[in-house]
């Protein structure tokens, strides 16, 4: 993540955890908390992994970053935290699926995701009030801390996924810029 991406990040979390109460965190450094010596290798018989062998990887190499970083009692106050922001709808889908789906003030649409990178769709709209939603890319943002080689970063899922929400709806722009951008043909977009 480049310096000035970096501070915008870091803004745009900080702008978002006031919003909710909680102190500013902007000032501390990014550093992974998984080290690349623990790497999980998937085995193929190319020179190079396809798209869908990296995928695996990213998978199993997040699954673990998360039993060793973060505990269940972490990720249940997240989650009730996450509940208190979202309509009861969005909880539901969230709570059977894994991930909601909300629009934005600009017209975008967003699909917020357990456990992988946020999702962001243009939304047009056509003859008859039709809506044609077209996939952008996966936005991935990790404030504080990441972990290299995994969709997981330093905070709980859920909190994560809370991060991502406030970020996009106190400054939809600054969230956006401050996200690396991920194509969706892409095994970094968890797609």
């Given at each position: 993540m480049s310096g000035q991406r970096l501070r915008r990040s870091q803004r745009a979390f900080a702008k978002a955890m006031l919003s909710l109460g909680i102190e500013d965190q902007s000032d501390k450094e990014l550093?992974?908390?998984f080290q690349p010596e623990s790497e999980i290798h998937i085995s193929s018989a190319r020179k190079r992994p396809t798209k869908g062998e990296t995928f695996v990887s990213?998978?199993?190499r997040s699954l673990e970053a998360n039993e060793h970083s973060h505990s269940v009692k972490a990720e249940r106050r997240a989650q009730k935290l996450l509940r208190m922001h979202i309509s009861r709808k969005q909880w539901e889908?969230?709570?059977i699926s894994g991930a909601f789906v909300e629009y934005s003030s600009f017209g975008n649409y967003y699909i917020f995701r357990k456990g992988f990178p946020t999702i962001l769709c243009?939304?047009?709209t056509k003859k008859g009030n039709k809506k044609l939603i077209i996939p952008q890319y996966a936005l991935c943002?990790?404030?504080g801390l990441y972990t290299m080689g995994t969709f997981s970063g330093g905070l709980c899922p859920s909190d994560d996924?809370?991060?991502h929400l406030t970020s996009m709806r106190v400054n939809e722009e600054e969230y956006i810029n401050s996200c690396n951008k991920?194509?969706?043909s892409?095994?970094?977009s968890g797609c």
């Open positions: 550093f992974n908390i990213l998978i199993i889908s969230y709570f243009k939304v047009i943002g990790h404030t996924v809370l991060m991920h194509k969706l892409q095994p970094q």
